[in-house]
């Protein structure tokens, strides 16, 4: 047996003023992501969709190839050159032939800036050269899908958690049905559809309603006869036609059954709704009440500005909110400034200084900008921006916040760092000195997936 696999993911924010160009895409700071044996080295034994296609190419005894391994933080569209580059390097695999299966790790809100829909062009692109050959992919709960992103796929499947634990075992669902399929043991077929609804993003969650009882019921369906049931709750900072929830369904040559199940749960999500809207509290008040609790550590979530969702991460009036009100033994993760980092780091350990951080990235989508805030601290840390995730999301994967420093203002450790990153992982307080346990209060740019850390 002789598999491909390959990743190629981002959750394209269009209203994000952040480059996408091809470095992005790669998590170690290189110029390109990796590919073939460094590709698989990084991802062999990791919690992840790929973990998991290798783990299943290796247990079949298969002949594999990983032709790239590229991943990003959700940004602008992507550009086209590196679009194109990644695509080209997937398309010159499937031109080798001779592949019983192939194996995609997509995320499924993909835009450059000449396509909405990323996924499904390359999957086009794939059956123009290979119209036979059985593909399956693994997307991202947060999914805009498109016709193309399944109708040229034998199988797709979808995570059923936020925050996303369960990433390898999406990779085993869709891994799994394809061998399946290869071996003659299983004729996947596909219903899918969406509503026009988009639910927000601090919605979104697994452990709160609606959607912990959605991705139950999905849970509960393949229990019940689909090979895969996914519902996508979409990613709603996209100005793109097909943004928003959609559900597919795959099962073993039951048409029927895979209808039945997509509009019972397309029905459930209609139903609820208004649930998935998310009412905000004004941020001084937000603050205040925070103060006010007795009991911590106290999690303030600068949510809009996340990397996660294509935020700069250099936003500072949450972090301003914070200090004006006098909130104490504060940790703040974080600001992205990487000249504030240099100046930090050309100080030194122990050093005390006074300097504007963030504010610098100019957001012409946002009514009003945010202004870099002047603060005095001492350097307390000095870290070259390298770990772990512990898990349970993504764990053993490598993460890479950039040349990082800790500012301590009395009040507050900031940490300033240089390469996006979210902060879903304990690791990244850990790795520069900080234990978020014994702070009173935690400020993450971070909206759901904090939770898994």
């Known amino acids: 047996m002789r598999l491909l696999l390959a990743m190629m993911k981002h959750e394209t924010n269009t209203f994000s003023p952040v480059i ?29 969709v790929t973990g998991a296609y290798i783990e299943i190419a290796e247990r079949e005894g298969a002949e594999f190839e990983l032709a790239i391994a590229a991943d990003a933080w959700p940004s602008g569209p992507v550009e086209d050159a590196a679009y194109e580059t990644m695509c080209r390097t997937i398309l010159d695999a499937v031109k080798r032939g001779g592949w019983d299966g192939i194996l995609l790790d997509l995320h499924g809100a993909m ?11 390359l999957l086009k692109r794939i ?14 709960m947060h999914a805009n899908v498109y016709a193309e992103m399944v109708e040229h796929a034998n199988v797709v499947a979808g995570y059923q958690t936020y925050p996303h634990i369960d990433m390898y075992g999406t990779g085993r669902r869709a891994g799994d049905a394809l061998i399946r399929m290869i071996k003659g043991q299983a004729k996947p077929t596909t219903a899918w559809g969406n509503l026009p609804m988009l639910p927000h993003v601090m919605r979104q969650g697994t452990a709160d309603e609606p959607n912990r009882s959605l991705q139950a019921r999905c849970q509960a369906m393949e229990a019940e006869g689909a090979l895969c049931a996914s519902l996508f709750v979409g990613f709603p900072h996209a100005d793109i036609r097909n943004a928003g929830l959609s559900v597919v369904i795959t099962t ?9 199940f997509r509009d019972e749960l397309l029905a459930a999500a209609w139903a609820q709704r208004e649930a998935f809207v998310y009412k905000l509290e004004p941020l001084e008040q937000s ?21 996660a969702s294509g935020g700069p991460m250099d936003t500072t009036r949450v972090l301003a909110e914070i200090m004006r009100q006098q909130l104490d033994n504060v940790a703040a993760f974080g600001i992205f400034d990487p000249a504030a980092v240099q100046q930090c780091i050309a100080a030194g350990i122990g050093a005390t200084l006074t300097l504007p951080i963030g504010g610098k990235q100019k957001m012409p989508m946002c009514p009003e900008p945010s202004e870099p805030l002047q603060v005095t601290g001492k350097v307390k840390t000095i870290f070259d921006g390298k770990y772990r995730a512990k898990g349970p999301m993504a764990a053993g994967t ?3 916040m950039g040349h990082a420093v800790v500012l301590d203002t009395g009040r507050v450790e900031i940490v300033l760092f240089s390469r996006h990153v979210e902060p879903f992982d304990v690791n990244t307080l850990l790795a520069v000195g900080i234990d978020p346990m ?12 904090w939770r898994a850390g």
């Open 20 to 48: 996408t160009d091809l470095s992005r895409f790669s998590r170690a700071g290189g110029a390109a992501p990796d590919s073939g044996a460094a590709a698989v080295a990084a991802y062999r034994g990791t919690g992840t």
């Open 111 to 121: 835009v450059t800036r000449s396509h909405e829909d990323g996924e499904g062009t």
């Open 127 to 140: 059956r123009a050269i290979d119209p036979k050959t059985p593909i399956a992919v693994g997307y991202d």
């Open 252 to 260: 073993d040559n039951d048409m029927a059954l895979a209808e039945r």
């Open 287 to 307: 603050v205040a009440r925070a103060k006010a609790m007795t009991e911590g550590p106290v999690f303030l979530l600068d949510h809009y500005d996340n990397a």
């Open 398 to 400: 490598q993460q890479d």
């Open 438 to 449: 014994q702070k009173r209060y935690v400020m993450l740019k971070s909206r759901i997936h």
